[in-house]
């Protein structure tokens, strides 16, 4: 079993002025944080969460490596609030999961109100459990899932990462399927499209991640777009775990994608993730001056044997 296709999107939504989102997008490691806290603390804590999970030294596997993490994260963004008056109490969801490809499972991290969801065949399921005010009182049957569908306090999470010293986290291993597609989403999205609305477009995008994401921001927008909504997609295919494929050359060995949204404006497309360690753009600068440097060796050639 591997990792397949796998995208990742976020977006500022229609009525929010900036993105409190951030995922980390690095095969076969997935992660979402959608952060909450007064003036631009909401931003700081999931990036701060964001970048603590994407910094994972060594090979991290199952549920313990992935509850540490989560726990690591809490940490960063704690000492953070406490040290920074201004970022006092924020906190961020955050839900990971981990693909296992020499054993073929997916190990899920969780604590908030994202989600995590698997589609397979032609079932929508939702695998983790809403840590919020209007989930639990659903859960202990004082609210209908309709009531709490439009309740005024279903943004309302019981349980973060960042606002106590440690954290409880929800976690989970599954055996995934040969064809699982496999959704983590903030709730900017599932405040907007429900499971079935999200079941149909994945039909119409014949199942492409990449189709997928795109087309379920569109969905959350055209319903309202009212929060940030971030969705990261991946497949679980048939064929060997990656361990064991030949390295891929260095120019194909993609760099952890981690978005953060430092400054989005609703006027501004889009953040476009960015590499973790900024390598992208230092690497097309150096190779711009490679070039640069060549044309320049090649005129002095040129210029020296025409004077002789
Ligand atoms: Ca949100």
Redesign the pocket.
Known sequence: MRTGRTAAVSDTGRRRLRN??AFVCDPPFFAIA?GMGGAQAGELASRLAASALAERTGRLRGESDVAELVQAANERVYRRAVEDPAAAGMGTTVTVALVDEESGTVAIGHVGDSRAYRIRGDRLEQLTADHSLVAELVRSGRLTPEQAADHPHR?VITRAVGTEPSVEVDTFTLEAVAGDLFLLC???LTDMVDDDEILAQADAAGRDPQQLVRRLVDAANRAGGV??ITVVAFEVVEGEPAEQRPEPAPAAAGEPTVAEHAGDGPEQPPAAPVSRRGAGKGGRALALLAVLAVLAAAALLVWWSVRR
């Open positions: 409190e989102d959608d943004s903030s709730d900017g929060d940030n």
